[in-house]
């Protein structure tokens, strides 16, 4: 029997927007999970507001500030891991950039896939490259 390794991507919505691009978001965590060889985790992605993501900010990460995505790991074996999303803050950086809400929904959970897969964003050379990172997973996923 072959067994098959598989990554589950389940997405909650705690915000007050009720459309959101779940079927794109499970798609391009799941090719970025795919491209770097990532099997048999669970993925839990959760929209929610300013104030629910400011909250986790400040008890896990002692930031007094809302964010615009936050991932944790939550088990190594078997990868169990949490990409909280705010879509209050989305929807302004949406406005900033110019683009859809939906295409900045869809960036931050690259974001947040992208940290999942060992990348980080603390010195500019290293936002430039997750960018760079995000800008071709989007592409890829909205282009299909």
């Given at each position: 029997?072959k067994i098959v390794n598989t990554n589950i991507i389940n997405i909650f919505n705690e915000s007050e927007k009720k459309r959101l691009p779940s079927?794109?978001?499970?798609?391009?965590?799941?090719?970025?999970?795919?491209?770097?060889?990532?099997?048999?985790?669970?993925?839990?992605?959760?929209?929610?507001?300013?104030?629910?993501?400011?909250?986790?900010?400040?008890?896990?990460?002692?930031?007094?500030?809302?964010?615009?995505?936050?991932?944790?790991?939550?088990?190594?074996?078997?990868?169990?891991?949490?990409?909280?999303?705010?879509?209050?803050?989305?929807?302004?950086?949406?406005?900033?950039?110019?683009?859809?809400?939906?295409?900045?929904?869809?960036?931050?959970?690259?974001?947040?896939?992208?940290?999942?897969?060992?990348?980080?964003?603390?010195?500019?050379?290293?936002?430039?490259?997750?960018?760079?990172?995000?800008?071709?997973?989007?592409?890829?996923?909205?282009?299909?």
């Open positions: 029997m079927k794109l978001t499970k798609e391009i965590i799941g090719s970025i999970l795919d491209d770097n060889k990532i099997t048999n985790s669970v993925i839990n992605l959760i929209y929610c507001s300013d104030e629910y993501i400011h909250n986790i900010n400040k008890e896990f990460l002692n930031h007094d500030y809302p964010t615009d995505v936050i991932t944790f790991e939550i088990e190594k074996t078997p990868l169990m891991c949490e990409i909280y999303t705010s879509v209050d803050t989305a929807a302004r950086q949406a406005s900033e950039y110019n683009v859809t809400l939906n295409n900045e929904l869809l960036r931050l959970a690259a974001h947040g896939a992208l940290h999942i897969c060992g990348m980080d964003d603390n010195t500019p050379d290293d936002r430039n490259t997750m960018k760079l990172q995000e800008d071709k997973y989007l592409e890829r996923i909205t282009k299909a």
